[in-house]
């Protein structure tokens, strides 16, 4: 039983929120803090909960993050804002003393290149204090590490190839739009690839590698090999991984959208001068924008696709290695999420659905103390089974097939 504090008002927090609202049995009291406060008010409005409180904070700034924790006094801080605000959300969460998860890993804005190193190096700090800080807790980041640590637990003396498969098949018939923050979505998929093989990392051009691979109920589709985070961690945490890599699908739609936001510039995450109108009308200024930022401006809001996005997701994990009886086993563990019934249920697309729902699920955890460890953790250093068991029932079930071509 405990307090929450969830920081962000976008599509995440959004479905993080009505988790946490239905959750009444964990969650005593709660509260919605982001930068604009009318959208953590329009949230609790869309629950219909009035005693769900809200709060505006800069949560790049840790004085007012420590200012409102002293006021709510949460146990636990969600940050469903953006991996730029991991570090001084993890800051604060020191300086107040209390618990900490997230679902993306930290990114600093003028470079797109995320890695745990920032965060492992909070470690001693959260152990000695006494603190939790759950890493990387939505679907992948998140799911994707519990279901490799199921299925070293129940499945496999030794996982040696792992190919986590993330598929969207919806169609939410915009010519372009991301599923989640554009800016961060962007940033992740023109970067390098990335893959771990016989103990080193292998880098790719951005999606070079791709090839057809078979989602259930939706069909194949074309799948690129990106640089994930979770790789990081899993291959440190099951070291008997010979290969792991992470694949993604993408329409030529996207991709040739993509290829002309890069070719004219608009992915640029560097400042460039432009020369921009007052907005009280008085004349002009010279100002510094980021293009990629701007380009976030003017591209569908990831939290207004949902009422007519049709389709699902199927993310999962195919994985084979030695089994407990000393064979070669093949495992594919997966979750398929319509982004029709995401909306019914949280006004939210699947994509903000499968990452809001495992970040709740994190934190009931935290709160019913089954996952409560202090020091900063990767989410497949906790016991999946109570995690695996919620999943089935708070809207996000999962499936197991054994011994199936895994295409890989
Ligand atoms: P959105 O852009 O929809 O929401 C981000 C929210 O954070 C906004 O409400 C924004 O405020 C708020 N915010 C941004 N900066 C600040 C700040 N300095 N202080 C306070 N609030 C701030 O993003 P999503 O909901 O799509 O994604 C949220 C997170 O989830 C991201 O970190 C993303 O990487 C992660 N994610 C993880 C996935 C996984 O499976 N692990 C999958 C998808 C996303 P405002 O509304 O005022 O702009």
Not at 100 to 128: C, G, I, M, V
Request: hydrophobic letters at 40%; glycine letters at 8%; one cysteine or more.
């Amino acid at each position: 039983m405990g307090r929450v504090l969830i920081i962000g008002a976008g599509g995440v927090a959004t479905v993080a929120a009505h988790k946490v609202a239905q959750n009444k049995d964990v969650f005593t009291d709660i509260m919605i803090a982001s930068r604009t406060k009318s959208k953590c008010d329009a949230i609790v409005k869309a629950i219909g909960n009035p005693n769900i409180q809200t709060a505006r904070v800069d949560a790049d700034n840790v004085a007012e993050l420590v200012a409102l924790f002293r006021e709510f006094r949460p146990d636990l801080v969600m940050n469903l804002a953006l991996p730029y605000q991991d570090l001084t959300i993890m800051d604060a969460c020191l300086e107040y003393g209390c618990s900490y998860l997230d679902t993306a890993n930290y990114e600093p804005k003028d470079e797109a290149h995320f890695e745990y190193s920032w965060q492992w190096a909070y470690r001693d700090r959260f152990e000695k204090a006494g603190l939790t800080a759950i890493l990387g807790c939505g679907f992948d980041p998140g799911v994707t590490s519990i279901f490799t640590a199921y299925a070293a637990k129940h499945h496999f003396k030794e996982i040696q190839y792992l190919d986590i498969v993330d598929c969207n098949a919806g169609d939410h018939h915009k010519a372009f739009a991301t599923n989640f923050n554009p800016e961060i979505n962007i940033r992740e998929i023109t970067q390098k690839g990335l893959y771990w093989e016989n103990g080193k990392w292998v880098e790719t051009g951005p999606l070079e590698i791709h090839k057809d691979l078979t989602y259930p109920n939706i069909g194949p589709r074309d799948s690129y090999l990106l640089h994930h985070e979770e790789i990081e961690s899993l291959v440190i945490n099951y070291p008997t991984i010979k290969r792991a890599r992470f694949w993604m699908t993408f329409g030529q739609q996207y991709l040739k959208h993509l290829e002309v936001i890069q070719n004219i510039g608009m992915s640029r995450i560097d400042e460039v001068e432009y020369e921009a109108q007052l907005v009280d009308g008085t004349g002009t200024a010279r100002v510094k924008i980021v293009p990629l930022q701007f380009l976030k401006a003017v591209l569908p809001n990831p939290q207004d696709l949902g009422e007519n996005y049709t389709g699902e997701t199927s993310i999962g994990c195919r994985i084979r290695g030695i089994g407990q009886d000393g064979k070669e086993h093949t495992y594919y563990v997966y979750n398929n999420c319509s982004h029709q019934a995401a909306y019914e249920e949280t006004g939210m697309q699947g994509v903000s659905y499968t990452t809001g729902v495992p970040a709740c699920i994190g934190a009931r955890m935290f709160m019913l103390g089954l996952w409560n460890k202090p020091g900063v953790h990767n989410v497949e250093e906790f016991d999946p089974d109570p995690f695996m068991a919620e999943l089935n029932t708070q809207g996000l079930p999962w499936h197991e097939l054994h011994d199936v071509d895994l295409e890989l």
